[in-house]
């Protein structure tokens, strides 16, 4: 019982937060990608349309706005945002910026790790404790 009330307390004392963003570059066209993380139902909902890479991608951008139609009619000469992304990008640049998309959905290395059972039994000041060690651990790397 003393378990179930702290998980609950934990998931009461969790801060709502804004979405998280962050900036890549695809070099070959000195172009910088601002992406963002994306809600759950609408992740869910890209799996297995058509394109559904550079839908992610175009979903995830923040800026460049690829669905400016100044850009894909007037500049690319393209029906769609789609068709002129295929124009502008290279396969891997594509995945490449889907790598970070993935980061910031909770796909990146670290995201989750199963507890030990030594650390089933520390309290939510050391586990949280170590979380941070951890974090900053990763950001040290990277």
């Keep these: 019982m003393e378990q179930s009330k702290s998980a609950v307390r934990s998931l009461l004392d969790l801060p709502v937060r804004e979405r998280e963003t ?3 570059k695809v070099t ?15 992740l869910n909902k890209l799996r297995g349309m058509e394109d559904s890479d550079l839908q992610y991608l175009m979903e995830s951008a923040v800026e460049p706005k690829f669905r400016d139609k100044a850009w894909y009619k007037g500049r ?3 029906p769609t945002p789609i068709e ?11 995945r490449a910026i889907l790598h970070k998309c993935d980061e910031l959905n909770g796909y990146g290395y670290g995201a989750v790790v199963p507890l030990s059972p030594d650390e ?18 990763e950001l040290e790397k990277n």
């Design 120 to 137: 089933r039994e520390l309290s939510e000041d050391e586990l949280q404790a170590r979380a941070i060690g951890a974090a900053l651990e």
């Design 76 to 78: 690319m000469n393209c």
């Design 84 to 94: 002129a992304m295929k124009k502008l990008f290279r396969e891997g640049e594509v």
């Design 28 to 42: 070959r066209l000195n172009l910088i990608v601002k992406v963002r993380e994306l809600p759950y139902d609408r």
């Design 22 to 24: 962050a900036e890549v």
